[in-house]
Nanobody, 124 residues
């Protein structure tokens, strides 16, 4: 199964940008065979899906809270999925997880494989 590891989190000022990566530590599996989603858990709140890319990269779903600011892309050669976050707001603060599932329809509702998360803090 994929072994997902997130990185790229940190502290950024409001209006700034960060790029998160979701790497697959198990080379026997290719992330381009899976739908990939990014999820965010803000302090004191439940985890929520914010963006998904289908296995074929033909379809991308955005939560309204990130439309126009966040983009998702694949680097199949590196077995990595990127989350580019621009115009960051304090309410984007949280623990960011990537997740994978063999079925496109499972994103964002129910994903099989999860990373451990990377923390993003946006200072106002």
């Amino acid at each position: 199964q994929p072994q997902l590891v997130e990185s790229g989190g940190g502290l950024v000022r409001a209006g700034g940008s960060l790029r998160l990566s979701c790497d697959n530590g198990n080379s026997e599996f290719s992330l381009d065979d899976y739908a990939i989603g990014w999820f965010r858990q803000a302090p004191g709140k439940e985890r929520e899906g914010i963006i998904c890319i289908s296995s074929s990269s033909g379809s991308i779903w955005y939560d309204d809270s990130v439309k126009g600011r966040f983009t998702i892309s694949r680097d199949n050669a590196k077995n990595t999925v990127w989350l580019q976050m621009n115009s960051l707001k304090p309410e984007d603060t949280g623990l960011y997880y990537c997740a994978a599932d063999f079925f496109d329809s499972h994103c964002p509702g129910g994903m099989d494989y999860w990373g451990k998360g990377t923390l993003v803090t946006v200072a106002g």
